[in-house]
Nanobody, 117 residues
Framework: VQLQAFGGGLVQAGGSLRLSCAASGRTFSNYIMGWFRQAPGKERVFVASISWSTGRTYYRDSVKGRFTISRDNTKNTVYPQMNSLKPEDTAVYYC???????????WGQGTLVTVSS
């Protein structure tokens, strides 16, 4: 059972990146898939989430209108599309799975996103 995150890298401010999180090893149909990020010296914070079953999404205020999270149920993969990136988006991004319990109980490895000014 694992989550694998991909797609981080270096991008200039104003640019775009698409991350992906591939889930395997269990049925995720009732899960909520979340993305979190941790900037250097700061706590990890929620970024966005999507329900596998309903597609309902949530975003932190600072990324609304810039980030879009989607899912491909056939590939068990979640994609946060990040546009208009800002230097303050620089962080290690983590995907996680919540079995609709309110707790994320499965975490993937982080992927580093660096936005240069």
């Amino acid at each position: 059972v694992q989550l694998q995150a991909f797609g981080g890298g270096l991008v200039q401010a104003g640019g775009s990146l698409r991350l992906s999180c591939a889930a395997s090893g269990r049925t995720f149909s009732n899960y909520i898939m979340g993305w979190f990020r941790q900037a250097p010296g700061k706590e990890r914070v929620f970024v966005a989430s999507i329900s596998w079953s309903t597609g309902r999404t949530y975003y932190r205020d600072s990324v609304k209108g810039r980030f879009t999270i989607s899912r491909d149920n056939t590939k068990n993969t979640v994609y946060p599309q990040m546009n208009s990136l800002k230097p303050e988006d620089t962080a290690v991004y983590y995907c996680a799975a919540d079995p609709s319990s309110g707790l994320y109980d499965l975490w993937g490895q982080g992927t580093l996103v660096t936005v240069s000014s």
